[in-house]
């Protein structure tokens, strides 16, 4: 755990004192995770007949929106604490986030900008699939590196801490990240071997809820550890799965259900054309 990457400061202007400034960590590695994903993207970007100037734009309104949506997302999750802690609803600190919120806010920025473009909304999701999954990958290093979304005590010697205490927990952001990883460079080798339209982001949602549904298992604890604050997922009600297992499986079932019918369409499109 490391939040505080550097500390500028104080500084004495004209009198007044200004600072220390701290850069977070969360904060760098969420910049990086968006430069990286804008990377890829802009280099997948004449594949798919797209001006990368313009995925350029409308990535930095998916980047706000992806913040506003995770921080929204989370706020429903957790109603009940935030009616009793109004205050805190309109931080500006990284704190209180869900990928899944970002990942729904994002989506719709896309459909925007599929509309504006006159383009299938397909080709759009194509495109940035492989880069969604590489964000989100390097986001997650800096969830390891701010102490939040952390894994179930542990007495082993992979044990991170998270806070000032002794207490050990498993470091489940840096497994998610590196299933992330490997989820990218699978569903670019598939993407090799050819595709149908649409189906890179349906493979993108059986590999991003896969990837989370497993890693729950490191990060949600007894439900008593939950309400002692020292576990990092909630319960869905009484059900032996999280919250977030839940999208995910749901997420898995639809890019499954979304793939099988997309290449059902093109196959008969092309049976189509032949006759």
Not at 26 to 37: D, E, K, N, Q
Not at 164 to 179: C, G
Not at 241 to 262: D, E, H, N, P
């Amino acid at each position: 755990m490391h939040p505080i990457l550097f500390t500028f400061g104080p500084f004495h202007v004209s009198g007044s004192t200004v600072g220390p400034i701290q850069v977070h960590s969360f904060s760098v590695m969420l910049i990086l995770a968006f430069l990286g994903g804008l990377w890829l993207a802009r280099r997948r970007a004449p594949k798919f007949g797209f001006d990368p100037a313009k995925v350029s734009d409308v990535s930095m309104v998916v980047l706000f929106a992806g913040v506003i949506g995770a921080r929204v997302l989370f706020i429903l999750q957790e109603l009940p604490y935030y009616l009793q802690h109004k205050n805190e609803l309109f931080s500006l600190q990284f704190q209180g986030l869900t990928s899944f919120g970002a990942l729904l806010f994002g989506v719709g920025v896309y459909a925007w900008f599929a509309w504006r473009q006159k383009r299938a909304f397909r080709d759009v999701l194509d495109l940035v699939a492989p880069s969604a999954l590489l964000g989100h990958a390097i986001g997650r290093i800096g969830c390891l590196l701010n102490g939040c979304c952390y894994g179930v005590v542990t007495t082993s010697k992979i044990g991170v801490h998270i806070d000032d205490t002794n207490i050990l927990h498993v470091p489940a952001q840096l497994f998610d990240s590196l299933m992330a990883f490997a989820a990218v460079g699978v569903l670019l080798a598939i993407e090799k071997r050819g595709l149908q339209r649409g189906q890179s982001f349906a493979l993108f949602l059986v590999l991003y809820g896969g990837t989370r549904f497993i890693y729950e298992f490191w990060r949600a604890g007894t439900v008593d550890q939950v309400n002692a604050g020292i576990a990092s997922s909630t319960y869905w009600g009484n059900l032996p799965i999280t919250q977030a297992q839940a999208v995910a499986a749901l997420m898995v079932v639809c890019g499954t259900v979304m793939f099988l019918v997309w290449q059902r369409q093109t196959a008969a499109q092309q049976e189509i054309a032949t006759a």
